[in-house]
DNA sequence: CCATGTTGTTCTCAGGTTGAGTATTACTCG
DNA sequence: CGAGTAATACTCAACCTGAGAACAACATGG
């Protein structure tokens, strides 16, 4: 914010310094069991050919998250929502401002976190030439300090799957159980006890409704056919699936 | 970030929109068993009357955790630090940047969280005339959109407490079990049951270590010497000190 | 200095949750 | 059709939790 004393006696002379403020999308999806994020490919001097997360300025009459879903919307068709199919989740992440973190001036960026289900590769659609869905295994040596924003952004994803309903976003509107519960060794990086998994996310109140239904057909390699469950009404998930405890402590 | 693609063509024939980018700090203490925010009075026109977070602009050279850190110094003489005596616990929160948030001209705030142990009135220290600390019970009414930033502040603290042992930055360096409980009671508005969190407490893995001494008195109204112990090496809490269940489910 | 009430610390115990393993059955593919 | 796989349901021991009680060490006010 900016007090009215600060305004006039500031320490600043010049009214305010050239400052850009700009929004960078860490956008993630599970495609073949493999969590992926998407990103673009730089033309231009600073960095040019290196890969880089979508983002862009924001522009005058529009809010911080309304730029966010405008560059997702570019750079892939999508139409962030909030419930029906094809709804990708956003949520702030954080901001980066060092001086220095862009070359060329003083960038503010205001990074965005969005989970969408699998979708179709974005060099079918508009005008995104060079956007790509990458294993984030191999999504390294990002331009700027993107490296830093993604991982911000993967961390994030790990513990929001621990006690929000956010996988849910993964996955198509119907879905089965061992579908959620690949989203979850996809984004953690590690397999589930399917028993387990399973007794779990049936206990937690409002975490999925039943469909009456039945997938049309068993699992790839065999296996019966698994119920299919839609999203529920929980925004927590009382208790929370918590993931095997790594290293504990100093970390 | 601000792909080149952008910058060249971009949509807006301007270099870059006018815009400042400001921090404001949400700084939390615990006096008297009560959770208490650093407020500023605005003097000056737009909310002129009205209390705020401390904040200002962000310097040409400076990082914004350094910018969050001055304007924190500038306000109650501390110095933030990691470890010693009166260090202050200092981090991201969001960032906030509605067109219209500030009625002069579009302004992006970095809003900080810090935590601090229980510290003397800013008003005896240095050019904080307007500075002081407010039970967070009253701070409704904020200038801009501080409202809702302070209940931004208060949401993850509450939530960090549960799983970090950031509980340590409210309180002296050399502490007992019970002060700890009543920084979470302070900050949770509730009351805990004193065994079991006892309990609890010693049993995460690096959540506190015992100075082998004992407090010098007991407690104010009596009761035994508490044992003193200080802050441990862990980061993360495992396993976590989970509050109360609230209100499940839709939340 | 004594009676009273308060508090730090340790136990106990019942209930719930967890991880790991097993059983059963319904599917797939070749 | 046979072999392998996966969805779902159980079991069981280990652990963690909330609630309560026990007890000793203290402060305070008469």
Redesign the pocket.
């Known amino acids: 914010m900016t007090t009215e004393r600060e305004f006039l006696d500031g320490y600043d002379p010049r009214e305010f310094p050239p400052v850009a403020v700009t929004v960078d999308v860490v956008t993630l999806t599970v495609r073949d069991g493999v969590l992926h994020v998407l990103l673009v490919d730089r033309a231009q001097h600073p960095f040019a050919g290196r890969r880089a997360l979508p983002g862009g300025f924001v522009r005058e009459s529009e809010t911080l998250a309304e730029a966010a879903m405008r560059e997702l919307a570019e750079e892939t068709g999508l139409r962030p929502g909030e419930g029906q199919l094809g709804a990708v989740h956003l949520e702030q992440l954080a901001s980066y401002g060092d001086p220095g973190r862009d070359p060329r001036m003083r960038v503010i960026s205001v990074a965005y976190l969005a989970f969408a289900p699998s979708l179709p590769d974005p060099r079918a659609g508009g005008d995104a030439a060079g956007a790509a869905w990458v294993p984030v295994s191999e999504a390294a040596g990002l331009a700027f300090d993107h490296d830093a924003i993604l991982a911000a952004g993967l961390d994030r994803a790990r513990a929001k799957l621990e006690y929000t309903p956010l996988a849910t976003a993964f996955v198509p509107a119907e879905f089965?159980?061992?579908e959620l519960r690949a989203v979850y060794a996809a984004v953690w990086g590690e397999d589930l006890?399917?028993?387990?998994f399973?007794?779990?996310v049936l206990?937690v109140p409002g975490f999925v409704e039943s469909t009456g239904e039945t997938a049309s057909?068993?699992?790839?390699?065999?296996?019966?056919?698994?119920?299919l469950y839609r999203a529920g009404d929980a925004r927590l998930l009382h208790?929370a699936l918590?993931r095997?405890a790594r290293e504990d402590g100093v970390r």
Do not use: C, D, Y
């Open positions: 089965t159980i061992s006890h399917p028993g387990n399973h007794r779990k206990s057909r068993g699992g790839e390699r065999g296996g019966p056919r698994a119920r208790p918590l095997p």
